[in-house]
């Protein structure tokens, strides 16, 4: 069966989803169109690799001329990792990250179908563990990945939460869709920052405080493995990545962009690096920035 094959009803979740195999959810028919862009061979992909190389380009050099170090992560889709679970059989997968891979790191190599909830969109915090083990080697290479992981493992603590998954959430929930609820929000192990800390508050400016209904997060950390300071450009797909990023980080600021490289919040908070963390799918309709 291809992707063209499905006879995809749209029923009443907040986000469209489509089931698997193994009870797997995949985001479908999104505003990034994330199944049509990797699997349906007539998608016409917006992505422009040239002005991406442009954009990107300009913000380095941004970057470079205020001492800052400037980093790009593409966090891979699930139907990309997790493709042996997909409801149909991929002929051919394609990737808008394959033209840009020179360019920017994604770390698929890995990932695999653990590292994704059944019920969610993004990665799960086991992922973020290993990807943000990637990234830290990246930033300072002199350590191993693999040292980075074990020094998260030291640092973090855990606890059991409920996973409130983004693909098994209803619009108007009623009774009878409480089976399909429970079938996927299982107690799992989540991690956090052991040594967090605000005893010095921090009063953000008003501007960069909220993003229309998005909050900024501010983080710090005394016992950090670097003393630098961390812009971190995101969505929600972060969230999971923040505690972690904090055991190397000393502080971080995470703001919800929108695809707005904000240089007023940059000149204000004058950080060590500035991360773009950024879900595949959403290069598809991302914002070509030429910064000055």
Wanted: net charge negative; hydrophobic share 30%; aromatic share 16%.
């Amino acid at each position: 069966m291809s992707y063209d094959d499905l006879n995809l009803q749209e029923e009443q979740f907040t986000q469209l989803r489509t089931v698997g195999l193994d009870n797997y959810l995949f985001l479908n028919n999104d505003t990034n169109y994330e199944l049509k862009q990797h699997y349906v061979e007539n998608f016409k992909n917006k992505f422009d690799e040239k002005r991406f190389r442009e954009s990107y380009n300009s913000k380095r050099e941004y970057c470079e001329k205020r001492g800052i170090e400037y980093k790009f992560y593409v966090i891979p889709d699930k139907s990309v990792v997790c493709k042996d679970y997909l409801p149909i059989t991929p002929k051919n997968l394609k990737r808008n990250y394959y033209s840009i891979q020179d360019l920017v790191p994604d770390f698929i190599d890995i990932l695999d179908a653990s590292d994704y909830y059944k019920s969610d969109s993004h990665i799960n915090y086991k992922g973020a563990i290993k990807y943000s083990a990637e990234m830290m080697h990246d930033i300072r290479p002199q350590v191993s990945s693999q040292k980075y992981l074990e020094a998260i493992k030291e640092n973090v603590i855990h606890r059991r939460v409920r996973v409130d998954g983004d693909l098994c959430k209803f619009k108007n929930p009623r009774e009878d869709q409480k089976e399909i609820v429970d079938r996927y929000d299982y107690p799992f192990l989540e991690y956090s920052n052991q040594y967090e800390y605000s005893d010095n508050p921090f009063v953000m400016p008003e501007e960069f405080a909220k993003v229309g209904i998005r909050d900024s997060f501010y983080m710090r950390n005394r016992f950090s493995l670097t003393d630098m300071d961390c812009l971190l450009f995101r969505s929600s797909a972060a969230n999971r990545y923040m505690d972690v990023l904090n055991v190397f980080f000393k502080s971080i600021f995470a703001y919800w962009d929108h695809w707005n490289f904000n240089t007023d919040l940059i000149e204000w908070y004058q950080p060590n690096v500035i991360i773009e963390l950024r879900p595949e799918r959403f290069l598809e309709n991302m914002k070509y920035e030429i910064i000055d």
